[in-house]
């Protein structure tokens, strides 16, 4: 079954710590993204790539970076730089970047999340 | 930039209709979709309106008018696992074309 996936599903970690956040997915999607959810507000877009070796900022890049070696996998890693890194973590893709174009949305997958926890 | 705004939290009853309204202000628009994201999960997506009207799917429908600024999910016959949190994220024109997601709609469903 194709989907998209993400490890673990709870992290803890002591602050000042770097932590990896593992996101992979087998739709053979070029587009991937990285958000962040807080309670009472919604997703924030962290980073996005729209092709392997390629990432842009989002939002809120600040504290965070990214890799794109490979077309199934885009990991974040949340440095000691991020002052308030707590919060769920949500990771998505689709199946190209930009609008939709004939019968495709362009919508995009979302991952489980990884609930993160900076002691 | 857009700015999004919806009902923070709504209540109904199993069996009846709920319309989540959204509206927003952008400088360019594409589309907008409708995601439902129960608690600790990840959204899943429910609709997509580019043209102006309503489009239905099964239970759910949603309306569009994009001269208004303005959505809404309508959801009939109300079941207990249609508890959820519901995103309008509207689809900017140009650059990434990355949605904006709104803060969300919390619904809550009593039997």
């Known amino acids: 079954d194709g989907g998209i996936t993400q490890s673990p599903k709870y992290l803890f970690r002591k602050e000042g710590q770097n932590v990896t956040l593992s996101c992979e997915q087998n739709l053979n999607h070029d587009a991937m993204y990285w958000y962040r959810q807080d309670p009472g507000q919604g997703l924030r877009l962290i980073y996005y790539?729209?092709?392997?070796?390629?990432?842009q900022k989002g939002d809120i890049a600040e504290g965070y970076s990214v890799s794109r070696e490979k077309k199934e996998s885009f990991p974040l890693t949340v440095t000691s730089a991020q002052k308030n890194p707590t919060a769920f973590y949500l990771c998505?893709?689709?199946?190209?970047?930009?609008?939709?174009?004939?019968?495709?949305?362009?919508?995009?997958?979302f991952g489980p999340g990884t609930r993160l926890t900076v002691l | 930039g857009q700015n999004i705004d919806q009902p923070t939290e709504m209540t109904a009853t199993e069996g009846a209709i709920v319309q989540i309204n959204c509206t927003y202000q952008?400088?360019?628009?594409?589309?907008l979709f409708w995601y439902q994201q129960h608690a600790g999960e990840a959204p899943t997506f429910l609709s997509y309106?580019?043209?102006?009207g309503l489009e239905e799917k099964g239970r759910f429908s949603s309306f569009l008018s994009r001269s208004k600024g303005y959505s809404y999910l309508l959801l009939k016959e109300l079941q207990m696992k249609d508890s959820a949190s519901y995103l309008c994220a509207p689809r900017p024109v140009g650059g990434s074309y990355i949605p904006t997601f709104g803060r969300g709609t919390s619904l809550i469903v009593h039997p």
């Open positions: 309106n580019v043209l102006d």
């Open positions: 790539s729209q092709i392997v070796n390629d990432f």
């Open positions: 998505a893709s689709s199946i190209f970047s930009g609008r939709a174009e004939g019968p495709f949305y362009n919508e995009q997958f």
């Open positions: 952008t400088s360019g628009f594409n589309g």
